[in-house]
């Protein structure tokens, strides 16, 4: 796949200079061929009704846009590979005799003894954190565990070792064990304690490093694009949790097409944010520093505390919700909409659950770019009214006038990491495409049968009456409803 060339940021500048001069403005459109055909014409369409083209477009109530980071604007998960190449370069700030408490910071107790079960094994998550914290003093004592690069000549010694397969693999497999027990409101936060002893300047050094290495891989190889595992030593001294096994995914990188995507927001001046459930340090130096060849108008995402220039294991509440389902919404409402006279975005980019909540709720979004993983939640709702939407050639100003966001579903293959120009995706580690997840066909049909958009969103929806962790409204349902903020 081509990158942006420096002729489409040269040409997008262009653009915006014709702006200010005595030449009428003219869109900037979106050209790759490798977009989904109803997406590049519904964003084409709304990019030339809402952007500075229009004749109603008012520059001092500037429409933006806020896209979702991993799994959306990546392919693929960059926090997680930030993690593993973490884990693997032994980058932590934590002292031996914190580590216990990092690893169990906001797991409820009721699960802590529980057997995880299924493809996990039968563990639980205090014998897991327990090992894992035993092996990671061990490493610690012999002169391996640092917040820089400083020991990075000595990765292949430690990575020998049974001390470090014990403590990798049994933290890596805490992260998907908390989320099989509890929720991602528990296992989202979770992993960003991993930075506690860490400067945020450190933090954002190996958010760098990660994302030079594995994006040149990914580029250069599509052979690095796969699944791949960890495993921790059969007879451990000490052990409790036993042998654990853990997968995870390899390979990311930003599309062109989000690239061109991200550039023609900007140059018909409409700003563009993102709303992560990543650290927010760890995707500012992802979204703003020419790695991925994404610059945005800003970034709000998970935060921790920090304690004397160091983080620490306490999410900081103060500076916004968790952004995950509805803290994503709320953290639009504190941080973004302010500085837009109270507006919502009026283009979204999700891939899942945890976006759904800020895709549907705002009376000002037009249009929703899904980027489709076939998800079995609350996703698959709005992948089915993008469907819906297609087959009825129902344009950007038809769905409007029915009241009605625009949906759309873009399609890729993650064996490689591209898009393609139709709304299947092929998985990572699968031989073939695939569009709609059996809820997902449900929902098409009901759809096809009279139901209403608004009516497929309130109704049928998973967070309806959930209360999200730390969202500061009480007793209030989850999901606001549909096009109601």
């Known amino acids: 796949m081509k990158r942006i060339t420096k002729i489409a940021v040269l040409a997008a500048l262009i653009a915006t200079l014709f702006a200010s001069s005595a030449f009428a403005f003219k869109p900037v459109l979106l050209q790759s061929n490798a977009w989904e055909p109803n997406t590049k014409a519904v964003i084409n369409e709304m990019l ?279 803290g994503k919404s709320l953290t639009i409402l504190k941080r973004i909409a302010p500085k837009y006279n109270g507006q919502g975005p009026i283009l979204c980019g999700m891939d899942s659950q945890g976006d759904f909540n800020f895709c549907t709720e705002f009376k000002d979004t037009k249009v929703v770019l899904i980027l489709n993983r076939t998800r079995s939640d609350d996703a698959a709702l709005l992948a089915a009214a993008a469907l819906w939407q297609n087959k009825h050639r129902i344009n950007l100003a038809k769905a409007v006038a029915m009241g009605d966001t625009r949906y759309c579903l873009q399609g890729r293959n993650e064996n490689g990491g591209y898009l393609w120009a139709k709304p299947e995706v092929q998985r990572l580690g699968k031989d073939k495409a695939t569009l709609l997840s059996e809820k997902g066909d449900k929902w098409l049909a009901m759809l096809e049968g009279g139901t209403s958009i608004k009516d497929l969103i309130n109704n049928n929806t998973k967070l309806k009456g959930k209360n999200f962790k730390g969202d500061g409204v009480g007793d209030k349902p989850a999901f606001a409803g549909y096009k109601t903020r």
């Open 48 to 326: 030339a009704t809402y952007g500075k083209a229009s004749p109603n477009y008012k520059a001092d109530r500037k429409p933006y846009a806020a896209f979702d980071w991993d799994n959306t604007t990546a392919i693929l998960d960059v926090f997680e590979q930030t993690t593993i190449y973490q884990l693997e370069r032994l980058r932590l700030g934590a002292k031996p005799e914190q580590m216990l408490e990092v690893l169990l910071t906001g797991i409820p107790t009721e699960v802590l003894d529980k057997p995880v079960g299924g493809d996990l094994g039968n563990a639980t998550i205090r014998q897991a954190a327990t090992d894992a914290a035993k092996a990671y003093a061990k490493l610690y004592a012999k002169g391996y565990v640092c917040p820089t690069p400083a020991k990075v000549a000595q990765m292949a010694e430690w990575q020998a070792t049974d001390d470090w397969k014990e403590f990798a693999t049994k933290t890596r497999w805490l992260y998907d064990a908390i989320g099989e027990m509890t929720s991602t409101s528990i296992s989202y936060p979770w992993v960003t304690y991993l930075f506690t002893g860490m400067t945020p300047e450190e933090v954002t050094a190996l958010s760098e490093e990660s994302y030079r290495y594995h994006n040149a891989k990914s580029i250069a190889d599509k052979t690095f694009w796969k699944k791949c595992k960890w495993t921790s030593p059969a007879n451990y001294p000490g052990s409790t949790a036993g042998q654990l096994t853990i997968g995870y995914n390899q390979g990311i990188t930003v599309s062109p097409e989000l690239q061109e995507l991200y550039i023609c927001l900007l140059a018909n001046g409409i700003d563009v944010w993102v709303d992560t459930a990543s650290t927010e340090q760890i995707i500012k130096a992802a979204a703003n520093n020419g790695i991925f060849g994404i610059y945005c108008t800003g970034v709000v995402g998970m935060n921790n505390k920090i304690v004397n220039g160091k983080y620490v294991n306490v999410y900081d509440y103060d500076l916004n919700p968790q952004t995950e389902g509805l």
